[in-house]
């Protein structure tokens, strides 16, 4: 995972993908060199993992833990201040961040994760990820493809979108897989959404399961996105967006953030989409499912729907939803 300088093209910054999806380049924490940085622009603040706090002899600089919602649930989080972090043309010093085990995801990908960094840090500079060649190039960023402007900035970017004829704002999660909202803030017009299955998820609060749903009428800027499905998460209101939209190298060939402007713009593979999550022939959906079910069901329906030559619900995301406080 090399660094290269581009003379007209911005500093590029090779990376390596896992799962189709998880970015992971090499920086600096503090004066540990060659750490393992995943690049999750639906984390804020950014997270370190508590060997590296250790290493570092970091100390907490709140009395008493605090509490982090994610997907699956809390996390109680001890915040501390970062001396220094550097990734490709990126330097911050002085940088709050937040400790936690990453331990799952470092057997998720099968390499040691050492910080998850968000845009707090990457959030200074304009930069696209060109999942084709697998690298970063922070600089000016050309309009490629489509482009839609901002709903909010960084650290927290979101970006509207259209479902069923409902204005949401959708925040842009390169540490996800697909496409998730917020039932609970959604209004009552969700529960009339087509129930299609079930999806399984884990992250640093554990394991649970997700209804899956399936839309008619979809678009994000001026791209029809057609029928898709999306994951629905039953979780306490907590954030000042509607959902999170994961991005896939399986599906898009380069995303863009453009600070300057106050863009984010995509190109897709193959005429992809870039909600990432798979639409299928109405022929392979699988028995509708209300809601949860029991986890004693839930891996028996999965393998039902896979077993029926269709693609099963798949993990949605591993990743912390963002803190709205500092």
Known sequence: ???????????????????????????????????????????????????????????????????????????????????????????????????????????????????????????????????????????????????????????????????????????????????????????TWQGGLARIGIASTAGLAGPTYLPVAQVNESKMGEQDLGVREVYLSNRPQCCSFDGLMGISGARMKQIGFDFDHGIFSWQLQDDAIPTMSEARPVSCLPASAPGLVPRSEASAVITASHLSGCDAAVPVSHVMFPQQHR
């Not at 995943?38 to 833990?65: C, M, S």
């Not at 390499?111 to 190039?137: C, H, M, N, P, W």
């Not at 960023?141 to 402007?149: E, I, K, N, Y």
Request: net charge positive.
């Open 1 to 187: 995972m090399s660094e290269e300088n581009g003379e007209s093209n911005g500093v590029k910054v090779r990376f390596k993908l896992y799962e189709k999806y998880l970015i992971v380049v090499q920086g600096s924490l503090g004066p540990l060199k060659k750490r393992n940085l995943l690049i999750d622009t639906g984390t804020n603040p950014t997270i370190i993992d508590q060997k590296v706090a250790q290493q570092l002899q970091l100390q907490p600089i709140t009395l008493a833990p605090d509490t982090m919602p994610v997907i699956t649930g809390n996390v109680r989080v001890e915040s501390t201040v970062l001396p220094r972090i550097e990734c490709g043309p990126i330097h911050r010093e002085a940088v709050r961040v937040v400790i936690q085990d990453l331990s799952p995801f470092t057997k998720m990908v099968g390499t040691r994760i050492d910080a998850l960094v968000g845009l707090d840090v990457l959030g200074q500079e304009s930069f696209r990820i060109d999942y084709s060649r697998k690298e970063i190039v922070f600089g000016p960023v050309g309009a490629t493809g489509s482009t839609v402007r901002f709903a909010s900035g960084p650290p927290v970017v979101t970006v509207p979108m259209t479902i069923e004829n409902r204005h949401l704002k959708i925040l842009v999660d390169t540490g996800t897989s697909g496409l998730l909202l917020f039932a609970r803030q959604l209004g």
